[in-house]
């Protein structure tokens, strides 16, 4: 296998291949999960994403969603 002419999402998926045949789908997903680390900082930017809502607002959104 010449992996210098392969592209990187030939090189990817051969690699997610391999740890699937090695490890099993859980086995890969689980190191999947450890090596993949994201950007940003979820603690800091939360309070952007989700607000503050109060029990009723989420009660209400809740119901909100039952209508649909």
Known sequence: MNTQAMSLNE???NGIDALTE???TVGMI?????????????TKERGEILGNP???ELS???????KS
Do not use: A, C
């Not at 209400?60 to 969603?65: P, T």
């Open 11 to 13: 090189i990817r998926k």
């Open 54 to 56: 109060t029990v009723e």
């Open 60 to 66: 209400n959104s809740i119901k909100n969603l039952d």
């Open 22 to 24: 090695k490890l099993g």
């Open 30 to 42: 689980r190191f999947m999960q450890q090596d993949e680390t994201g950007q940003g900082d979820y």
